[in-house]
């Protein structure tokens, strides 16, 4: 089977992946995206689908609601870790917002709404570790901290946090990170990210690896990649080393992609002298071939008629933070997906009941048709490009009638709007994502009936902004400015 890289088009950072026999397990990073925590299946490495997700909701707190003018933007859910021990899959990640790590755990890893608690503090970039027969997390930025887990893997052991190892700081954009940690022919592998310096100026990202027979070290050190895959200054590194029940050995590492998001990249791993050897000669592959059959998975997007006869979305779809109970349906209209609003918004930002899904580069498009008879005064329902630097087209209702709207802007507060009365107020609505290494741009457009296609509003200029920390997402939005009760309907997506 031939592996063409990146191996995924779409936003899926911070990948760990964990195997059952001939099966492999994923999960990433959604951070504020509602259900959280995907699982991934993947039955040849190459293709992967999403089964299930950690957690519905992570907390009943104002953040999560977009409420007294707080969000999540840029936490929540991050670099979660897993692992099978004792009959039980766990994850562990933390949560910057709340100031927490989770733990959660299920005996079954396809199914969603895994057991949850957590722990005062943050346990960043963590990793599980077993080191004769203990249970630890290696965690930390630079300064690299162990704490001993109980025997569960559901907390941690009060007064055993201790600093584990000190990596360098001169010449460091970003200090080491990401831990995965691995137990081999009686060494310890520690493998994480680090950003140096070159000339004084920021180099790539790169994947290095601290080895040691002890706890106590010494412990050595080398680079394992240190590639940007022809993208130019964007380091391909952070994520595990994955085995096979055959023996194999590979690496699913990722890369920043601008807008689009970060992507993972597969690539053939083997061990040299005890060490890890990533790639090929020091290099990712941009095609090889895996000695694997290929095997199908469900596309990571999707199309949706909206059309269902109960309420359960597919798990492609996510919502912008913790939706509205009672806020959706797909059975108070039937055929249609029905946004109800029960929470004001000033922007799309604020908004609840957003429901999302990626885009994928190089190119996506997406259509949608709306029904926007239940909107009320004040309310504004559509697609949008939703990312730090956002764009919307849709139906607003005012005073004096319907219109079709665009809107661009960011989190600072900066909008640029344009409008012209709707002729109808049912309409078709386009998003054209362009991605590439020198542009990232959303475009929009509408059609009345038959018509054709018509460009509304300037082409939104896409970037990935720390801010919001996450790829470029298409969304279905319904919000109101003024009141609440409106409805909007959307079907054929």
């Not at 994923?26 to 299930?52: A, K, N, Q, Y």
């Not at 608690?117 to 997390?137: A, Q, R």
């Not at 994520?239 to 590492?253: E, H, N, R, S, V």
């Amino acid at each position: 089977m031939k592996v063409k890289n990146p191996l995924l088009s779409v936003d899926m950072p911070d990948p760990d992946v964990l195997r059952v026999g001939d099966t492999w397990y994923m999960v990433s990073t959604t951070m504020f995206f509602m259900p959280g925590g995907p699982i991934l299946r993947s039955r040849d490495l190459c293709h992967w689908e999403i089964v299930s997700y950690l957690f519905d909701s992570l907390a009943d707190h104002e953040i999560y609601r977009l409420q007294e003018g707080k969000n999540a933007y840029g936490c929540g859910q991050w670099a979660t870790s897993l692992t099978y021990h004792d009959g039980w899959f766990h994850a562990c990640f933390a949560c910057n917002d709340l100031k927490r790590t989770f733990f959660a755990r299920t005996r079954n890893i396809e199914e969603s709404g895994w057991e949850l608690t957590s722990v005062e503090g943050i346990y960043h970039d963590m990793s599980f570790l077993f080191w004769e027969g203990t249970p630890y997390l290696v965690y930390g930025n630079g300064s690299i901290h162990l704490v001993e887990l109980t025997q569960d893997l559901m907390g941690v052991r009060p007064e055993t946090d201790r600093l584990f190892l000190e990596t360098p700081r001169e010449g460091m954009s970003l200090r080491c990170e990401g831990c995965r940690a691995y137990v081999r022919n009686g060494f310890l592998y520690l493998l994480f990210i680090d950003w140096p310096e070159e000339n004084g100026r920021r180099g790539l990202r790169r994947e290095v690896c601290y080895r040691s027979r002890s706890l106590d070290g010494p412990f050595e050190c080398r680079t394992l990649l240190y590639d940007d895959a022809g993208r130019e200054g964007c380091g391909v590194a952070q994520g595990p080393l994955i085995d096979t029940a055959k023996g194999d050995w590979y690496a699913l590492m990722f890369q920043d992609r601008g807008a689009v998001g970060r992507i993972p990249y597969l690539m053939p791993a083997a061990w040299e002298e005890d060490w890890p050897v990533l790639g090929i000669h020091g290099k990712v592959p941009m095609e090889w071939e895996l000695p694997m059959e290929e095997k199908t998975a469900k596309p990571l997007i999707l199309s949706d008629s909206l059309d269902h006869p109960e309420n359960r979305l597919n798990p492609q779809w996510q919502w912008n933070h913790s939706p509205c109970p009672g806020g959706w349906s797909f059975t108070e209209r039937p055929g249609y997906l029905r946004l109800k609003n029960l929470q004001k918004a000033s922007f799309l930002m604020d908004a609840r009941n957003t429901l999302t899904q990626r885009t994928a580069e190089p190119a996506s498009v997406f259509t949608v048709t709306l029904d926007a008879s239940g909107l009320e005064e004040g309310d504004f329902a559509g697609l949008c490009a939703l990312e730090g630097i956002y764009g919307q087209i849709g139906l607003a209702r005012e005073a004096d009638g319907w219109y079709l709207q665009y809107v661009s802007g960011t989190m600072s507060g900066q909008r640029q709007t344009e409008r012209i009365p709707a002729k109808d107020r049912r309409i078709c609505l386009k998003a054209v994502f362009t991605y590439s290494e020198k542009e990232d741009r959303a475009a929009f457009f509408y059609r009345y009936d038959d018509e054709n296609w018509q460009a509304f509003g300037a082409s939104v200029a896409l970037a990935f902004t720390l801010d919001i920390f996450v790829g470029c997402r298409i969304g279905l939005f319904f919000y109101g400015t003024s009141r609440m009760g409106g409805f909007e309907d959307f079907k054929d997506f």
